[in-house]
């Protein structure tokens, strides 16, 4: 990891983030339990014209406590329902097997506009309800280990993942002021971000010890930790060493409906998940692919998009050190690699896409990293830095989003092109932007860093 970047020395700030804790432990199989069952055992017959879903939630629901790993044998099932993830150190393994989703999750549980940005036909999810343990009572600077709590419950156990929450002083806005970095005028925060009372910022820790009111955390904190912005120690249910793995989904092909028309054609969700894997998954013909709400530490890996266009093919909300490898966004689509609701130190790398739209989706998205990313534009090439998100929700990017060896593929080579849109990325870090064009892209901002333009960077932020 490199600490601090020579060619960065005059930015108001002189490292860059860390983004090296990024990602689920590599051991992660170590940790499942040996117990293996198979679909098969439970009713679900391959490559016929019934549903498997109930077969495959008996299997799931089959096993111990501990978990165990739930084989499907290649070929192809049928789903008509969704699939459920409730408990701890699950594997579903799907060996490259095809899941055919005839009917979108609206035919099936009714018409809800929350199907345009969430759920799938697998959710991973725990149950239980968040308790609160105590209060920070003594101000810790950003990338501390250590807390002094006020404790309000039990103290959490050494090992045990606990999350802290940050909330924007009303009236004051001063957690908003650092998000933006003084950069941003207060009257374009967005009347969301100022007045809500829930939470702006959610961040995972695992406990390393706790002596007395002192606790001590990994990774070090994302920002400062203090009473001014009630920043709070919860007990969040959550799920542990979770694994989907191999798994092509299909959905009945068919015209997309429009942005936030969409009616559930989504393959995978997973909410409240830490040190958890998903891989080898491919879609075809999706709505939306991949939602990460509220985790940590997982990985998603080798991630293929086809067919029709999409709205989002991977989204990350309210999660924090997630790592995005290897994925290729083949399908057209609203919002390619979305970041979300305050989500911070993920990493998405090696990744390529169509007309790739690196979505930051406003809500105080801060400190995340786009390394080593393929755009391939089409022939009207598309601005990648375009993105969404609600207006009352303030600027699109947060402070410090880190944008590393981003190559833009032209149809036309030696095209000239202008990099806009990233008037909204306070303190944002452009390097290495290049390709088989010329593009030509300016700081819009006070302290914004773009270098090595056109040009590949020798820089590497993050590998694992």
Not at 158 to 163: D, E, F, I, K, Y
Not at 413 to 434: A, S
């Amino acid at each position: 990891m490199l600490e601090i970047l020579s060619l960065l020395i005059l930015c108001s700030f002189t490292s860059i983030p860390d983004f090296s804790k990024a990602g689920c432990d590599l051991n992660i199989t170590a940790h499942l339990p040996k117990i293996q069952i198979d679909i098969t055992d439970f009713g679900a017959v391959p490559d016929d014209e019934h549903d498997d879903s109930s077969a495959i939630n008996n299997a799931i629901q089959s096993l111990p406590p501990e978990g165990g790993v739930v084989h499907f044998p290649k070929g192809t099932w049928i789903l008509e329902h969704r699939i459920y993830v409730n408990s701890d150190n699950v594997h579903l393994k799907g060996n490259g097997s095809t899941l055919f989703c005839p009917k979108p999750l609206a035919d099936i549980y009714g018409e809800n506009k929350n199907w345009s940005w969430s759920s799938g036909f697998i959710v991973l999810s725990p149950k239980g309800k968040n308790v609160k343990l105590g209060n920070v009572q003594l101000s810790s600077n950003d990338g501390d280990t250590t807390v002094e709590m006020n404790w309000t419950g039990n103290p959490p156990t050494r090992g045990q993942w606990v999350q802290l929450w940050w909330y924007n002083d009303i009236g004051n806005d001063t957690l908003l002021k650092w998000l933006y970095a003084d950069s941003i005028p207060s009257n374009k925060y967005g009347t969301e971000m100022q007045t809500a009372t829930t939470p702006r910022i959610k961040s995972w820790f695992k406990v390393v010890s706790v002596n007395g009111n002192t606790l001590e955390l990994d990774p070090p904190l994302p920002l400062s930790a203090n009473p001014t912005w009630k920043t709070t120690l919860m007990h969040v249910p959550h799920l542990r060493n979770c694994i989907v793995d191999g798994f092509n989904f299909t959905f009945v092909e068919s015209k997309y409906p429009g942005h936030l028309k969409e009616r559930g054609h989504n393959c995978i969700a997973l909410s409240s998940a830490v040190e958890s894997r998903i891989q080898n998954i491919s879609t075809t013909f999706a709505d939306s692919g991949i939602f990460l709400n509220n985790c940590g530490f997982v990985t998603i890996e080798n991630v293929q998009t086809h067919g029709r266009f999409m709205h989002h093919p991977i989204s990350l909300s309210y999660s924090s050190h997630c790592l995005v490898n290897n994925f290729t966004l083949n399908a057209p689509h609203v919002h390619g690699t979305t970041i979300s609701w305050g989500s911070h130190f993920n990493v998405f790398m090696n990744g390529a896409g169509n007309a790739l739209a690196m979505d930051s989706h406003r809500a105080c998205s801060f400190r995340n990293l786009h390394q080593n990313i393929v755009v391939t534009h089409g022939e009207v090439p598309k601005q990648p830095l375009r993105s969404g998100g609600a207006y009352n929700r303030g600027p699109h990017a947060a402070r410090e989003n880190v944008y590393l060896n981003i190559e833009h593929q032209f149809q036309s080579p030696g095209e000239t092109f202008k990099i806009r849109l990233h008037e909204e990325w306070p303190l944002g870090i452009f390097i290495g932007w290049h390709g088989n064009g010329e593009l030509h892209m300016k700081p819009a901002l006070r302290g914004q860093i773009i270098e090595d333009l056109n040009q590949k960077s020798e820089l590497t932020l993050y590998s694992k």
